[in-house]
C-alpha cells in the first residue's frame, strides 16, 4: 500500500478523532507547581501517524496520558470525536480506553506471570471486535514466540509483543509513549515498522512520542513541544519508511 | 478460563512458601474454632442427655435421719415433680495393692428396683441385688483405675468394722460425671470411688433402717427452684439438714461446666488472636504484591479493565488463600475434635460421647474467614482500585534517604558498611518494618499464650499444697471428732505434727442476699494448714469475728464492718451475728474463717474437729496407713502427694493435650509470620542485591543486608512479643475466671525463653530459606526488571 495515497486522504477529509482545546495541567508538590501542560491546543487527525517530539519534562507523556483518558486536564476540554473526556465520569473513561485505546509503553508493562499470548488474549477477552491473538502477534513477527514468558524474550520482543497487545482489539488509536526508548537502532526500527503498518493496514490512528528527532521523518505530521505548550506542527510532505531510518 | 485469572494461579505459584504460610496461620486459627465448638456442642449434647435420660436430680439436700414419711411430704411441695429419698455414706476403702486407705461413697439403691432419679448406667454386669450380701456396683472411673472387673471385691470400714463388697456391676450416674471429693479436693480416681448398694443392705449397715439422709428431687416445669429449697430447708431442718442446693453446687456438674466454658473461651479468644495474626499478616503480603504490580495495575487500566475488575483480581487471591486455609482448618478441626471427644471419654464419663459437627460454627467459620480476608486486605485492594493509571505508570518515587536520627547520635561510619544499609533501610520504611516487628511480636504472643496455661496450673498446685499446706494427709471424720480422738491420732507412731479444723455448714446474710457455705474455724498461728492470700502472705485468722474471701464478700455485697448474720445448719442451728472483721483475696472458691476457739463458744461445744492434717515421718507412713484404716470414725483420708500425682494423670492430661494443640497451632504462626517477613525483605531488596553482587560483592556480604535486617527486628520483637503475650494472657485469664475460680496470671521464664527459643529457631530456618534465595537470585532478570 502507498503510503503518500494514505496522507492524502487524511488530509482531504481532516476528520479529527483527538481535539484539545487549551488544555493544561498543573501538579501540586506540596509548596510547589509545576505546569506540565499550559493551554495545549492540538488535533489529531484519522488515520493519521503523529510524532511527538520534545526535550524531556516538556510535557509528552502528560499529553498522550490525558488523550488516552489515563489522566484528566486541570483545565480545558479535550474531545474524542464528539465526546467530551474531560466531562467523563472514570467508568467512561474505562470504557472509552477498553473500546477505543491501544497503548504502548516505554517500558513494556507486560504481565511478567502471562505468556506473550496470553498478554495478547488478556485484551482480546474484554475487547468487543478483537483479532486473533495469534494474527496480532503475527503482525509483529512473532508468532514464533507465542509461548514464552516476558522474561524470556529480548526487549525488543517484548515491545513487540507489547505493541501486539495494543493492537489486537483493534484500536482506533495507538498511543505509543517512547517505544523505542530502551531499545537499539535494529530494533528499535523493527518496532517502529510494526507500529507504521498498523498504522498503514488497519488505518489506525497513531502518535508515538520520542525523543528521536529522526523518526519524526517517518510521521504525516511532527508536532514539538516545549515547556507544555506546543512549539511547532509540521506537516512532513513525504514520509521515509521506518526501515530507511538512520539515528 | 479468564487470562486474569490465569495471572492469579501463576502469581498464587509465585507465592506458594507466603500463600501456605498465611493459608496455615488462619487454618490454625479456624482449626482452633471448629474444634473448640464441635468438641462443645458434643459435650454439651453428652451432657443433656445422658442428664435427661438418666434423670439427674435438680435440688439435693442431706440431713442426718429423716423418717420414711418425710419424702412424701417432700413430694408433696409444690414444684416438685419426683422426690427420692436414700443413704449416703462416706467410709474408708480398703483395696488390695494398695496401701494408703482410700474413700468410698456409699449410695442406697432403691429396693423397689427402679431408681426413680439420678439411674445407673451400668456398663458391664448387673445391678447389686437386695438380697445378696454386700454385692455393689462401682463408678467406672475408679474400676478402670484399678482394672477392676465384676467378680472383683474391695473392702471397707463401716462403723469400726471391716467388710467385704463384692462388685457384681461398673456404672456411671449422670451425678458423677466426674467423681472429686467434696471439700476442695482433687480428683482422684484411684482412692476415691463411688459404691451404690441395696437400700436394706445399707440401712442394715448404718443402722438406719427406715430412714433416709440424703433427698434428691426433680423440679415440675416452670417451678421456681429457690422456692422449693426453702421449702425443703424448713422440712428437713428439724433432721439436721445443712441446707439444699442445686445442680451449680454439685463438684462434677460445675466441673463439666467449667469445662464448656474453658471450650467456648478457647473458641472466642484463640482464634481471634490467630485470625488477626493472619489479617495482618495478608495485609503485609498483599501490600506488597500490589506495590510490585504497580505498573501491571496501570497497564490492565490502561487497556479498559475497570476498577471493579483490577480489585476482584486481587480480592479473589486473598479469598482463594484464605478459603483454603479455611477448609484446611475445618477438616483439622473437626479431627482434633474428635481425638479431643475421645479424650473426654476417659476423663468424663458419660455413657455416649459421640462427635457432633457443629454445621453452624462451620459456616460461622467461612464468614469469619471471609471477613477476616477483607479487613485484612481492604487497605491494599482499595489502593490497587484508586491508583489512577496515569500515576500507576510511574515508577514509585525512589525513596528519600537521609541521614537517620540514629547517625546523628551514633557515629555509623564506626560501622561496617553493610549495618549501616541494614539501619538506613530499616529507617526509609518505618511502617513496613514496625509491621515486621510487630508480626514477629505476634508470633511471640501467641506462643505464650499457648503454652502459659501449664504454668498457671503448676502455680496453683504449688501454692495450694506446697505453700500453703504443709501436712502429708488430711482426715475427715463421720462425726465431729472429740479432743481424746485428736490426741489419739496425733500421738500415733510416725505422725510428727498435726493440727485441727473445725468447719461447719452455715448460710450466711448480709441484707438481702445469702449464701450458703461452710466456715472453717482455724487455730491460730498454724504450722500445717495454713492460708495464704493471692500474694502469697500468710492470713491470720481475726481472733474474733468472720473473715470472708473477697468473692463471697462480693456476693454478699459485705465489707469489712459489717454485721453478718450466721445460721448454723448444724445441731442446734444456733443464728450468730458476727463482724466482718477482716477479708481475703484468693484464687478460688467462696470461703468464710472463723478463728476456732472463737467458734467453738459460739456453737457451745468443747474442742471438737472435723478434720486433722498431719505431718507423718515418711518411713513410717504405712503403719501410719495401717492404723488409719481401722480407726472408727474417719470419714476420709487425703494423701497430698498422690492426690496431686492423679491430679496431674487426669486433668492435667486433659489440659496438656489442649495446650499442645495450642503450642502446634502457635509454632506454625510464628514460623508463617517469620518466613513472610523474611520473604518481603527480600523481594523489597533483591534487586539493590542483585546490583550489589553485579558489583562484585559475594553472597555471603549481600546475605548479611538481608539477614541483618531480619535478624534486627527478630531482636526488637522479641521483648515486645514477651510483653504482648502477658498481656493477652492477662486477657485469657479474664476471659476464663468463673465464680468458683480464677487462674492466676503465671508465666514463668521458662515459657518467655520457650517462645524466644521459637521464634529465634523459625527465624532461623527463614533465614536459610532467604540466603538460599539469595545464591540462586538471577542477577540479570533482577536487573531488567525495573522495580
Ligand atoms: N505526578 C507528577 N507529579 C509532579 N510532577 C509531575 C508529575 N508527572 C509529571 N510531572 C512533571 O510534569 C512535567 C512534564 O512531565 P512529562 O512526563 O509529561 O514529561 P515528558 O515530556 O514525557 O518527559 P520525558 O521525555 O522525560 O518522559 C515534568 O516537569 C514532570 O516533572
Ligand atoms: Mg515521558
Redesign the interface.
Known amino acids: 500500500m502507498n503510503a503518500t495515497d494514505k496522507l492524502a486522504g487524511a488530509t482531504k477529509q481532516k476528520t479529527a478523532v483527538f481535539r484539545a482545546l487549551n488544555v493544561t495541567k498543573v501538579y501540586r508538590m506540596g509548596e510547589v507547581q509545576v505546569h506540565a501542560l499550559r493551554g495545549v491546543n492540538v488535533e489529531l487527525y484519522e488515520h493519521e501517524f503523529v510524532v511527538l517530539l520534545g526535550a524531556s519534562g516538556s510535557g509528552k507523556?502528560t499529553l498522550l496520558?490525558i488523550l488516552?483518558g489515563?489522566?484528566v486536564p486541570t483545565s480545558g476540554s479535550v474531545f474524542y470525536l464528539d465526546h467530551d473526556l474531560t466531562a467523563s465520569e472514570?467508568?467512561e473513561l474505562?470504557?472509552?480506553?477498553?473500546?477505543h485505546?491501544?497503548?504502548v509503553?516505554q517500558?513494556y508493562?507486560?504481565?511478567?506471570?502471562?505468556t506473550a499470548r496470553?498478554?495478547v488474549?488478556?485484551?482480546t477477552?474484554?475487547?468487543r471486535n478483537p483479532m486473533d491473538p495469534m494474527e496480532a502477534l503475527a503482525m509483529v513477527h512473532l508468532q514464533d514466540r507465542a509461548n514464552h514468558f516476558p522474561?524470556q524474550l529480548s526487549g525488543g520482543e517484548q515491545q513487540r509483543v507489547a505493541i501486539a497487545?495494543?493492537i489486537a482489539?483493534r484500536p482506533d488509536v495507538l498511543l505509543c509513549d517512547e517505544p523505542t526508548g530502551a531499545l537499539d537502532v535494529k530494533t528499535g526500527i523493527v518496532v517502529l515498522e510494526a507500529i507504521s503498518r498498523i498504522n498503514a493496514e488497519l488505518g489506525t490512528t497513531t502518535a508515538v512520542i520520542t525523543h528521536n528527532a529522526a523518526i519524526a521523518a517517518m510521521a504525516d505530521r511532527v508536532i514539538s513541544l516545549s515547556d507544555g505548550q506546543i512549539h511547532e506542527v509540521r506537516e512532513n510532505s513525504e514520509r521515509i519508511a521506518a526501515s530507511r531510518l538512520e539515528w | 478460563m479468564?487470562?486474569?485469572d490465569?495471572?492469579l494461579l501463576?502469581?498464587l505459584s509465585?507465592l506458594k512458601g507466603q500463600s501456605i504460610a498465611i493459608a496455615m496461620v488462619i487454618a490454625a486459627g479456624i482449626a482452633v474454632f471448629v474444634m473448640s465448638m464441635c468438641a462443645y456442642v458434643s459435650m454439651k449434647g453428652g451432657q443433656q442427655r445422658f442428664y435427661r435420660d438418666f434423670a439427674f436430680a435438680d435440688i439435693f439436700a442431706e440431713a442426718k435421719r429423716c423418717p420414711e414419711p418425710l419424702l412424701e411430704r417432700i413430694g408433696q411441695i409444690s414444684g416438685v415433680a419426683t422426690a427420692e429419698g436414700r443413704l449416703v455414706f462416706d467410709v474408708l476403702l480398703i483395696v488390695s495393692g494398695m496401701q494408703e486407705p482410700g474413700t468410698a461413697k456409699l449410695i442406697s439403691l432403691p429396693e423397689s428396683g427402679d431408681q426413680k432419679l439420678n439411674r445407673l448406667h451400668i456398663t458391664r454386669g448387673r445391678m447389686p441385688e437386695s438380697d445378696r450380701t454386700g454385692e455393689v456396683a462401682v463408678s467406672e472411673m475408679f474400676a478402670e483405675a484399678h482394672g477392676i472387673v465384676p467378680g472383683d471385691e474391695v473392702s471397707t470400714v463401716i462403723n469400726g468394722r471391716l467388710q467385704q463388697l463384692r462388685i457384681v456391676g461398673i456404672a456411671l450416674s449422670p451425678e458423677f460425671v466426674i467423681q472429686i471429693q467434696g471439700g476442695g479436693g482433687l480428683p482422684d480416681k484411684k482412692r476415691y470411688g463411688i459404691f451404690w448398694m441395696s437400700q436394706r443392705q445399707m440401712e442394715a449397715a448404718f443402722d438406719m433402717s427406715g430412714a433416709f439422709n440424703s433427698v434428691t428431687l426433680k423440679l415440675a416445669y416452670g417451678a421456681n427452684p429457690q422456692q422449693v429449697m426453702t421449702h425443703l430447708d424448713q422440712l428437713m431442718e428439724p433432721y439436721g439438714s445443712v441446707g439444699a442446693y442445686d445442680r451449680d453446687e454439685n463438684v462434677s456438674h460445675q466441673f463439666v461446666n467449667d469445662e464448656l466454658l474453658q471450650l467456648r473461651t478457647m473458641a472466642t479468644i484463640a482464634p481471634a488472636i490467630f485470625l488477626s495474626v493472619a489479617a495482618f499478616l495478608l495485609n503485609i503480603v498483599v501490600s506488597r504484591i500490589i506495590a510490585q504490580q504497580r505498573?501491571?495495575i496501570?497497564?490492565?487500566?490502561?487497556?479498559?479493565?475497570?476498577?471493579f475488575e483490577v480489585g476482584m483480581h486481587y480480592l479473589d487471591l486473598v479469598l482463594l488463600i484464605a478459603i483454603g486455609g479455611m477448609l484446611l482448618g475445618t477438616f483439622f478441626g473437626i479431627w482434633m475434635a474428635a481425638n479431643l471427644t475421645e479424650m473426654y471419654q476417659e476423663f468424663y464419663k458419660f455413657p455416649v460421647l459421640s462427635l457432633m459437627i457443629d454445621r453452624m460454627s462451620v459456616l460461622l467459620a467461612l464468614l469469619l474467614t471471609t471477613l477476616v480476608a477483607l479487613l485484612g486486605t481492604w487497605h491494599a485492594v482499595r489502593k490497587s482500585i484508586t491508583l489512577?493509571?496515569?500515576e500507576a505508570?510511574r515508577p514509585e518515587p525512589p525513596p528519600t534517604y537521609r541521614p537517620t536520627l540514629i547517625e546523628r547520635f551514633f557515629p555509623t561510619e564506626l560501622l561496617p558498611a553493610a549495618l549501616r544499609m541494614v539501619i538506613r533501610n530499616v529507617q526509609r520504611k518505618p511502617v513496613k518494618s514496625a509491621a515486621s516487628v510487630l508480626g514477629i511480636s505476634m508470633a511471640v504472643a501467641v506462643l505464650i499464650v499457648g503454652s502459659f496455661s501449664l504454668d498457671a496450673l503448676q502455680y496453683l498446685i504449688d501454692f495450694q499444697f506446697r505453700m500453703a499446706q504443709r501436712q502429708d494427709l488430711s482426715l475427715g471424720f463421720v462425726e465431729p471428732a472429740t479432743s481424746s480422738v485428736i490426741y489419739e491420732l496425733s500421738h500415733l507412731p510416725g505422725v510428727l505434727e498435726s493440727e485441727t479444723t473445725r468447719g461447719v455448714a452455715a448460710r450466711i446474710r448480709f441484707q438481702q442476699r445469702s449464701k450458703r457455705v461452710g466456715i472453717a474455724g482455724l487455730i491460730p498461728n498454724p504450722q500445717l494448714f495454713r492460708l495464704l492470700d493471692d500474694q502469697e502472705n500468710v492470713v491470720q485468722v481475726p481472733e474474733r469475728g468472720i473473715m470472708l474471701n473477697s468473692a463471697l464478700a462480693d456476693i454478699l455485697g459485705a465489707e469489712v464492718g459489717d454485721l453478718v448474720s450466721v445460721e448454723v445448719l448444724e445441731d442446734e442451728r444456733p443464728k450468730l451475728d458476727l463482724e466482718v472483721t477482716a477479708l481475703v483475696n484468693e484464687f478460688g472458691g467462696l470461703n468464710a474463717y472463723m478463728n476456732k476457739q472463737e467458734l467453738h463458744e459460739a456453737l457451745q461445744e468443747s474442742q471438737v474437729a472435723t478434720g486433722a492434717f498431719l505431718r507423718v515421718d515418711q518411713n513410717l507412713l504405712d503403719t501410719v496407713y495401717q492404723e488409719l484404716k481401722i480407726r472408727p470414725g474417719i470419714a476420709n483420708v487425703t494423701i497430698k502427694m498422690t492426690a496431686i500425682k492423679s491430679f496431674m494423670e487426669t486433668i492435667a492430661e486433659n489440659m496438656l493435650t489442649m495446650r499442645s494443640f495450642n503450642i502446634f497451632f502457635a509454632v506454625v504462626i510464628a514460623i508463617g509470620v517469620v518466613y513472610n517477613c523474611a520473604r518481603i525483605s527480600l523481594s523489597e531488596q533483591s534487586r539493590d542485591l542483585a546490583t550489589m553482587r553485579v558489583m562484585g560483592f559475594n553472597n555471603m556480604e549481600v546475605s548479611t543486608i538481608l539477614l541483618g535486617e531480619i535478624g534486627l527486628f527478630t531482636l526488637v520483637a522479641l521483648p515486645l512479643g514477651c510483653l504482648l503475650g502477658y498481656l493477652l494472657a492477662w486477657a485469657m485469664v479474664l476471659g476464663l475466671a468463673t465464680e468458683n475460680y480464677r487462674i492466676p496470671l503465671v508465666v514463668n521464664n521458662t515459657t518467655f525463653a520457650f517462645a524466644c527459643t521459637i521464634v529465634l529457631a523459625a527465624t532461623f530456618v527463614s533465614g536459610v530459606i532467604v540466603q538460599r534465595r539469595i545464591r540462586k537470585l538471577d542477577l540479570v532478570?533482577a536487573l531488567?526488571?525495573?522495580d
Not at chain 1, 94 to 99: A, I, K, Q, S, V
Not at chain 1, 109 to 114: E, G, T, V
Not at chain 2, 298 to 307: V, W
Request: glycine share 4%; net charge positive.
Open positions: 507523556s496520558n488516552g489515563l489522566d472514570p467508568s474505562t470504557n472509552f480506553r477498553r473500546d485505546v491501544g497503548f509503553f517500558f508493562n507486560l504481565i511478567p506471570s502471562l496470553e498478554n488474549e488478556l485484551i477477552e474484554i475487547a522474561a497487545r495494543a482489539k | 479468564r487470562k486474569l490465569r495471572k501463576r502469581d509465585q505498573e501491571q496501570a497497564a490492565l487500566k490502561a487497556f479498559g479493565y475497570s476498577n489512577p493509571p496515569a505508570m532478570s531488567k526488571t525495573r
